[in-house]
């Protein structure tokens, strides 16, 4: 594992930001709250749509023992006038392709665009996993059209809810055939289906506290300081790795949440991150509980900024188990973001020279 721009070194001592409030009644949801059966319901989009709160958890039903593969894998769907409480339809998400139902749609976004209602998802198959992004049809029911599918092998597509110069906008995080770090791109197009003029958006070196990848989390927000995203950041962490209740695995990866700030005449450059994360899985809700998928684990998947334009609140995932909310403002924010840019232009930045001796101890 070799990354061109930084040794890799384990960050030290990180803990949630105090500029984050965490709400009190966590966790939002967990399997208990859905009418179907389920083990973990965890990763939810949320977006604000015509005056309601729509929630997209996913969904994971395992045996007793948790035995591998799941039992099934989907995406729920709930409504909520407070973004709080939320009331989940009977029937799991459908995204329909070319007359067949999507098998395990997972790992959901919620994006506003042009008044309708998108879901960017990913899909287990026998294939590998693949990306896509569907509308919904808002007649009632849980029923989504896929508007475009995407090649393995991808995870955190995020439709971004306005157009840049005339295009629709996406995030995406590709693999990587190094394995890690794996790193965030955007991607444009003139109609929501063919998309092009792929470019990287931000680089794991560029989060401080990440050492293996990066994703995007919510979709971005437009803001009066530029366009806010989001993301989680994941660093290794062997000397104190865990072995799960759930499933007898072994797990040494730390999940956190941060915040980039990009620029509001062009959401493809870097103007501004946090140094450290906003949130660490602290809570007893997070880490430490026997039934968690994971540990260590914080993931974000949706972001809603209020009517006030001032209070920010971010839904995500604690252990691959539940979902959760937490709070803040955008002046507090602000207050714990560093200027900066990205330390590659481009993706076009080979190997550093000075760095061969140590890119070959790390592929022996």
């Not at 995204?95 to 990913?122: N, Q």
């Not at 980039?260 to 005449?265: C, G, T, V």
């Not at 994971?294 to 974000?300: A, D, G, Q, W, Y």
Request: net charge negative.
């Amino acid at each position: 594992m070799y990354n061109p721009f930084k040794h890799f070194e384990k960050p030290q001592n990180l803990h949630s930001s105090k500029i984050m409030r965490r709400y009190e009644g966590n966790p939002l949801l967990t399997a208990d709250d859905v009418p179907y059966p389920a083990t973990l319901v965890f990763n939810a989009g949320v977006a604000k749509y015509r005056g309601l709160y729509y929630i997209a958890p996913r969904v994971d039903l395992f045996d007793a023992e948790y035995h591998t593969p799941a039992l099934d894998i989907g995406t729920g769907f709930g409504v909520s006038k407070d973004g709080i409480h939320f009331d989940m339809m009977p029937d799991m998400i459908r995204v329909h392709y070319k007359g067949k139902i999507l098998p395990w749609v997972c790992d959901a976004r919620l994006t506003v665009m042009e008044d309708e209602l998108y879901l960017s998802f990913c899909f287990e198959n026998q294939h590998c996993e693949r990306p896509g992004i569907a509308r919904w049809r808002n007649d009632g029911t849980t029923d989504f059209d896929a508007v475009c599918i995407g090649v393995p092998q991808q995870r955190n597509m995020i439709l971004c809810p306005e157009k840049v110069n005339g295009l629709y906008m996406r995030l995406e995080r590709p693999a990587s055939q190094w394995g890690d770090p794996f790193a965030i791109w955007y991607s444009f197009s003139p109609d929501m289906r063919y998309w092009g003029d792929s470019e990287l958006l931000l680089g794991c070196e560029d989060v401080p506290y990440a050492t293996s990848k990066i994703g995007g989390g919510a979709p971005m927000i437009k803001t009066d300081k530029g366009w806010l995203l989001i993301f989680h950041a994941v660093y290794d962490d062997p000397e104190n790795a865990v072995i799960m209740a759930t499933g007898n695995r072994k797990w040494q990866r730390h999940y956190t949440a941060g915040a980039a700030l990009f620029d509001p005449e062009d959401p493809t450059k870097l103007i501004a991150i946090t140094k450290e994360p906003l949130l660490v899985a602290e809570a007893p809700y997070e880490t430490g509980d026997p039934k968690l998928w994971t540990e260590f684990t914080i993931f974000p998947c949706g972001a809603i900024l209020d009517e006030d334009n001032q209070t920010l609140r971010i839904y995500y995932g604690a252990g691959d188990c539940t979902t959760n909310m937490a709070e803040t403002t955008l002046d507090e924010l602000w207050s714990v973001m560093t200027p900066c840019s990205r330390l590659a232009d481009t993706a076009t930045i080979p190997f550093r020279i000075e760095h061969w001796e140590e890119i070959s101890k790390y592929q022996k």
